[in-house]
């Protein structure tokens, strides 16, 4: 590699006694953490790899932005660093440059990534800074491995080479991706060397700088909320509360249309942000699900405050007026079903399902819909509930579960753990009470819950389901098919 080319004749200098072992200059680029950010290397005069003066007059090091002082989330610009002197002395040029967040300097912001040999990108971390060991020069195809976050881009042997001998200036580019949300402004640390022509580390004239890039507000519109209820297939409710989906109405929410896919998620845990939009509820950021530019499906986050609230939807274009809901501890509502294509009239059906005895249940489409005989589902079974067989239902908003250790079930992520609500739920039909065999979070599921229930001795007809939670009824009037 040529960071052990640059090793070697350091070593090398130090056997053979005649000089030395710092005369020879960094012809391809310092080590990691040279260019001044808090914490590191003011430059590399600090450790003696070069000798010289530290911003003296006649000379300056910069960066061409090709959006001024603002960036726009994961678009990348192509970046120009300038090494400028005056003195006709100095005739090679080189640079280390890297991009940490404003208020956390230890912090990457976005990616470099080299756009001709004349560049490399410097992999490091907070800990092995000065591990010579563990460096990595990477190549224009590579990234850096999770273990080393840190970037520096800094000039290579060929780009070294190529500015060799010239006077004045000598220049380098590359390009920048920023992070692919919002990441608040973000401050590059910049280090240059106009250093003699001779490959010397004494009379380096080095220069220091930094830059503050701060998000873009963004072109268009910036959204406005008209409505916020519960998941109308739920209730549709005006009050929400902690770990209930809600739907987001208004105008300019999103600049595209789409839900969420597997590629959104950080392991388990949802989305806060999708293509730029996201929510807020009291300050807490909402779980997306489904963006477009009149409706946002999001999930309450569980720790949101009851009572009055505040939510916002925030866009590249900006952010929207406060909308204020009403947050209840539990705003609980089941799935239901309702009029064409699958019924008539005006009447509502809870979402039930069920794996017929003797079937191996694999697929969704295997599951059995329960409702009026004659009504059909395109590619799913259906058919009216037997007394004594289980049921699953599902709801929204019906407050905390925890798991088998009395631990809380985090919201926002998929359910990996059997779990029981807190506060119980009792389930009637027709007036007769349903058992209730799992109560809790939906598994493999996120903001879901699941109710299995035994269908209770009834006659034959379409029945009221009821629940109460806490002792409170829940308000929906749904019914469930039973055939003898």
């Known amino acids: 590699m040529q960071r052990q080319r640059k090793l070697f004749i350091a070593k090398t200098a130090v056997i053979l006694g005649a000089i030395p072992v710092l005369i020879w200059a960094y012809e391809i680029g310092p080590d990691a953490g040279y260019c001044g950010v808090p914490g590191e290397n003011p430059s590399c005069l600090a ?9 003296g007059a006649g000379g300056s090091v910069n960066v061409t932005f090709p959006n001024g002082a603002t960036y726009t989330p994961g678009v990348k ?37 080299s756009t001709d040999q004349n560049t490399g990108v410097e992999c490091a971390s907070a800990t092995n ?3 010579e060991s563990q460096l990595l020069m990477l190549g224009k195809s590579q990234t850096c491995p999770a273990n080393m976050p840190l970037q520096y881009i800094e000039h290579s042997f060929e780009g070294y080479s190529a500015t060799l001998g010239k006077t004045g200036s000598g220049t380098y580019e590359f390009d920048w991706t920023p992070p692919a949300t919002n990441a608040g402004n973000i401050t590059f640390y910049l280090a240059g060397n106009a250093g003699p ?9 080095i220069y220091t700088n930094t830059f503050t890039l701060t998000p873009a507000a963004g072109g268009g519109t910036p959204p406005a909320v008209t409505k916020v209820v519960s998941a109308s297939g739920f209730g549709g409710f005006s009050a929400i509360a902690p770990a209930t989906w809600i739907e987001i109405t208004g105008t300019d929410l999103a600049t595209d249309t789409r839900q969420w896919a597997g590629t959104d998620f950080a392991g388990v845990n949802a989305p806060t942000s999708l293509d730029f939009t996201k929510a807020t509820i009291g300050g807490q950021p909402a779980f997306i699900y489904y963006i477009s530019p009149v409706q946002v499906n999001a999930l309450v986050p569980s720790n949101v405050a009851t009572g009055s609230q505040q939510l916002t939807v925030t866009t590249t274009a ?15 509502g089941l799935l239901a079903l309702q009029q064409a294509p699958w019924l008539s009239g005006t009447k509502q059906y809870v979402v039930a399902q069920t794996c017929d005895a003797g079937k191996k249940c694999v697929l969704p489409t295997d599951l059995t819909f329960i409702l009026p005989a004659g009504t059909t589902i395109p590619g799913y079974p259906v058919r009216p509930a037997k007394p004594g067989e289980t049921l699953t239902i599902y709801g929204i908003g019906f407050g905390p579960a925890n798991d088998s250790s009395n631990v809380a079930v985090p919201v926002g992520q998929i359910v990996g753990v059997a779990n029981q609500l807190v506060n119980q739920v009792q389930m009637q039909i027709n ?3 349903a058992p209730l065999s799992y109560q809790g979070f939906a598994p493999s599921q996120v903001g879901l819950y699941q109710f299995n229930l035994q269908v209770p001795s009834v006659p034959d007809g379409d029945w009221p389901l009821t629940f109460t939670q806490n002792g409170t009824k829940g308000t929906q009037t749904l019914l469930l098919s039973v055939h003898q």
Request: proline letters at 4%; aromatic letters at 6%; hydrophobic letters at 40%.
């Open 47 to 55: 450790s003696n790899c070069h000798i010289g003066t530290l911003n």
């Open 129 to 131: 800074l000065a591990d």
């Open 431 to 433: 007036g007769v009470v």
């Open 197 to 205: 022509a001779q490959l010397l580390s004494t009379n380096a004239h």
């Open 77 to 113: 610009q192509h970046l120009i660093v300038t090494i400028s002197d005056s003195a006709t002395s100095q005739r090679a040029w080189g640079f280390q440059l890297t991009a940490r967040a404003a208020n956390s300097p230890k912090t990457q912001a976005g990616t470099f990534a």
């Open 318 to 332: 900006g952010t929207s007026a406060a909308f204020p809901v009403t947050v209840n501890a539990m705003q609980p």
